[in-house]
């Protein structure tokens, strides 16, 4: 036992290092590939109504649903979360974005629509100190911490702390959204920004939720028989109502853009209220997640298959061309004397000392069309100054720098499996009556086998997630399916498509691994001696 | 030489010399003929040349110079495959990916032989080696014993006339060794196959040849029979390298004929056959095999020459006893006697008289 805890420390280090570099991000990135919190998160009161609405009449959904978007939406703005939110949605329906964001922007206008005619009815609504003596009470810490918890999951900040503040449990229940609203803000004044909420004047917001409880017959009456503080000033605006605008929200947002008329925009964003998606994955192989099902992406936008399609025939032709270019090498490797064979090893080695963006920069100038290939082959007469051969820039290109890359990798592990085939084998065939060819590919070439599974392996899992050679050679029909997930990582920053292209990558390699598992064997693969 | 062996040459070297580096020579100027039939074995120690012949006769190396030729046809243009002589490795060198049966098969298969023959003939090479019910196995599920015997019949299989054995029997046990020795002399003799194996263990040649040709220094210092080869060394590396050998410096007195007369570095005189040796005042090194020694004197034969010696060690090793004399000057004379029940056992700081027959003592080269 004591051993063993011994022999465990020893490795701790290299396990701790593999599980938090290697495993720790794998699951982090399969997690990400189906992971959708953040329309649920940025938006929960939206998501929650909007379950109630059913897309396939065609209809722009109820009041209820733009209210519930209004509140979501001002604190949203007010973190800077809105805009993420609209990135996230952008990727399922172009447009989105613009349409959250410019939205953002015209939030306060919508809630001086209600605020400037309560301030006329009463001037006391322009006071923070007012709103805070008519909302804080008793009774309502529970309330508190709900809307403590959703505004912390929305805006990802640490939210705890003293507020200041206690919303009564009358008021809670009298003027549910303005409570909510004012709650809202009084967190934020209080924690965000670190306030006084009494000394603030509340968000826009605040009096376009008053708004929207003065719409409701049963508040208004119960208005009229409350007595606490501020009863003045909301029965006053309670008697006023015709001051106030005689349009709801939908109307509001309607008129910012009419986009949030659209049934169609309302639609993708229930399809993506759940946290978990299968879009990523579905965008990986060109299709897409709509309100009728599951469809095929129109034609000139599927790009994702053929890319995968791409690397793995292009990883095979890679392959194919080091085993065909290293066998003969590491033949030589191994048969060759002493003092030649570490000469030829050193050559067969000196790339790995070289940066990869200097040897692929290199093949640049060897390929391009005014560059060194072409001249000699002009030079020699083979092919017309005219009509150059392109050689980079393509698939071509591609294949031509990464066989060099990678060729080494074919031939470490083929050269230290043809060294332990010891001579008399083939000595043995020939004595058998073997002519040479016989004696090789009867007796040499089966026990090479081995090596030749190992470089394949190395060298097709290497070829399959490449990404600095084809970036600079490929061009775009040379490029990778790596290429495409480096620009969703580094670009376009949609993290979730970038982890669902890679993990359908992991997916197929282990998947090839385990049906070369079934056919060669994995016990047949000899890295060496 | 085995029954029914001809006399007319099968094998041939002629003056056959090789260089790797084209400065010295591995092999120099070998002559050999070897009739059909023979079981031949070249003994020497490593690099002394006799795996480089057998390697130029399997065609894996060419001659730089000189001449070999089989069955009467020059075949140093051959190259190996159509030569069509087996060959035992010395690590078997059966193919690991392959059943034993496909092993055995290659040869027939390469030949184009029909599958019925082919499966026949590996059948009846298999049973000829008792390896009958292995032929589903791979080589890597046999013992040492067992892969000796496969490459033994894979060998044959084909039915060649001549069949080489680069030291077959190095990587096996002591016992398994002696058991193999004789099955494969006893199958050289009984298909009558001609035979040239190499090894660097005496006993093995002795025990197993027709003839052996010892090889030293890239020549064969001495081609002969066992028997004659250990009681009638030519030379003093051959007296040295068969069997263990007493030797005694001195000076040749005097030659007549079949005899001569040497003065050891000690002052005695003794009588010697004269080998290697053509004058007198040469310089000569006189060799007496170890049981050719008797100190009994009833056992002395009346024409033996004695000499004394002093007892410095008595080792006990069952089957005979190994004494240690000092004689004439040498510390490291050795003689040994057979455990009998009326035998002496000698006790060291005696002093005795030793004597031998002037036939077995064979005055040969000093070198």
């Excluded at chain 1, 508190?144 to 503040?165: K, P, Q, Y």
């Excluded at chain 1, 793995?312 to 590491?330: H, K, N």
């Excluded at chain 2, 029954?3 to 090789?18: L, P, T, W, Y």
Aim: charged share 20%; glycine share 8%.
């Amino acid at each position: 036992m004591r051993q063993k805890m011994r022999a465990l420390m020893l490795v701790a280090p290299l396990l701790i290092f593999v599980v938090v570099t290697f495993i720790v991000p794998i699951l982090s990135m399969l997690f990400r590939s189906v992971e959708n919190d953040i329309v649920p998160n940025t938006i929960p009161g939206t998501v929650i109504a909007l379950s109630q609405w059913d897309g396939s009449t065609g209809e722009p959904p109820q009041e209820n649903v733009y209210r519930n978007l209004y509140i979501d939406l001002f604190k949203a703005e007010e973190a800077k979360q809105h805009t993420r939110l609209g990135t996230r949605l952008n990727y399922e329906q172009t447009g989105l974005s613009s349409l959250f964001r410019t939205t953002g922007r015209s939030l306060d206008d919508i809630g001086e629509l209600w605020q400037d005619p309560l301030e006329d009815i009463d001037p006391n609504f322009e006071e923070g100190s007012f709103w805070f003596e008519m909302m804080s009470g008793t009774g309502g810490e529970d309330f508190l911490e709900t809307r403590r918890e959703l505004i912390a999951t929305m805006s990802d900040e640490d939210m705890t702390g003293d507020v200041g503040f206690v919303p009564s449990m009358k008021i809670i229940e009298m003027l549910p959204w303005t409570a909510r609203a004012y709650t809202d803000f009084a967190l934020w004044a209080a924690i965000r920004d670190g306030d006084t909420v009494a000394e603030e004047d509340p968000w826009e917001s605040v009096y376009g939720a008053l708004g929207m409880d003065l719409t409701n017959p049963d508040t208004v009456s119960a208005i009229n028989s409350y007595s606490g503080a501020g009863a003045s000033a909301l029965q006053a605006a309670a008697a006023n109502l015709d001051q106030l605008p005689q349009f709801g929200f939908r109307e509001a947002f309607t008129e910012e853009d009419k986009d949030w008329g659209s049934a169609k925009v309302w639609a993708t964003i229930k399809l993506y209220s759940p946290s978990m998606t299968p879009g990523y994955f579905l965008n990986s192989v060109d299709m897409t997640l709509t309100p009728d099902g599951i469809e095929m992406k129109p034609d000139n936008q599927q790009i994702y298959t053929t890319l995968f399609t791409r690397t793995l025939i292009m990883a095979l032709i890679i392959t194919a061309s080091c085993i065909l270019l290293g066998y003969p090498v590491a033949w030589l490797l191994a048969n060759l004397p002493m003092r030649t064979a570490s000469i030829l090893m050193i050559l067969v080695l000196l790339p790995f000392w070289t940066s990869l963006l200097v040897r692929t920069s290199a093949w640049k100038v060897l390929l391009q069309q005014q560059g060194v290939i072409n001249e000699i082959l002009v030079w020699l007469g083979f092919v017309n100054d005219a009509d150059r051969l392109i050689l980079m820039n393509n698939a071509t290109g591609t294949v031509i720098a990464m066989t060099h890359i990678l060729l080494p990798f074919m031939i470490l592990p083929l050269y230290s499996v043809m060294k332990t085939i010891p001579p008399s084998y083939q000595r043995a065939a020939k004595s058998l009556g073997a002519t040479n060819w016989t004696a090789f590919w009867r007796v040499y070439f089966p026990q090479s086998v081995p090596g030749i599974g190992a470089g394949s392996i190395l060298v097709f899992i290497l070829a399959i997630g490449y990404y600095i050679t084809p970036e600079i050679v490929g061009g775009t029909d040379g490029v990778f399916i790596s290429n495409r997930i480096a620009y969703h990582i580094s670009s376009s920053l949609n993290w979730g498509l970038a982890a669902a292209l890679g993990s359908i990558l992991l997916v197929v390699v282990l998947g090839l691994y385990w049906c070369y598992d079934k056919i060669v064997g994995i016990d047949n693969v000899k890295l060496g001696g | 030489m085995a029954d029914g062996a001809s006399n007319e040459a099968f094998v041939e070297f002629e003056r056959v010399q090789k260089s790797y580096d084209g400065e010295s020579l591995v092999v120099k100027d070998l002559n050999l003929t070897m009739p059909k039939g023979e079981f031949l074995t070249m003994l020497g120690p490593s690099g002394s040349g006799k795996t480089t012949c057998l390697m130029m006769l399997a065609g894996f190396e060419t001659a730089t110079h000189g001449d070999i030729r089989l069955g009467g046809v020059s075949i140093n243009d051959i190259p190996p495959h159509k030569r069509g002589i087996g060959m035992v490795f010395q690590n078997y060198a059966l193919f690991p990916h392959m059943t034993i049966a496909e092993n055995l098969a290659f040869p027939l298969e390469v030949r184009k032989l029909g599958k019925a023959e082919q499966e026949e003939k590996v059948k009846r090479a298999l049973d000829m080696v008792e390896m009958g019910s292995f032929g589903g196995r791979r080589p890597a599920q046999l013992s040492g014993g067992q892969q000796q015997r496969v490459a033994l019949a894979r060998a044959l299989v084909f039915e060649p006339e001549l069949v080489l054995m680069d030291e077959p029997l190095g990587a096996l046990d002591k016992q398994l060794r002696e058991k193999m020795q004789f099955e494969i002399t006893h199958l050289a003799h009984q298909l009558g196959i001609t035979t040239v194996y190499v090894t660097h263990d005496q006993t093995e040649a002795l025990t197993m040849s027709d003839r052996v040709a010892v090889f030293d220094d890239g020549r064969i210092q001495q081609l002969a029979p066992p028997d004659k080869l250990y009681e009638a060394p030519e030379n003093s590396f051959v007296a040295q390298f068969i069997g263990e050998n007493n030797t005694l410096e001195g000076v040749v007195k005097e030659i007549k004929g079949n005899t001569c007369v040497v003065q050891l570095d000690g002052g005695e005189v003794i009588d010697a056959v004269p080998v290697n040796v053509s004058e007198v005042g040469e310089r000569t090194r006189v060799s007496i095999r170890p049981e050719r020694v008797e100190y009994n004197r009833d056992r002395l034969h009346e024409d033996a020459h004695t000499l004394k010696a002093e007892v410095l060690e008595f080792i006990y090793m069952g089957d005979i006893f190994r004494t240690r004399l000092r004689v004439a000057g040498n510390d490291e004379f050795i003689i040994k006697t057979r455990n009998a029940p009326d035998q002496v056992r000698l006790t060291p700081g005696t002093e005795i008289e030793i004597g031998w027959l002037a036939e077995d003592c064979r005055a040969l080269d000093a070198t």
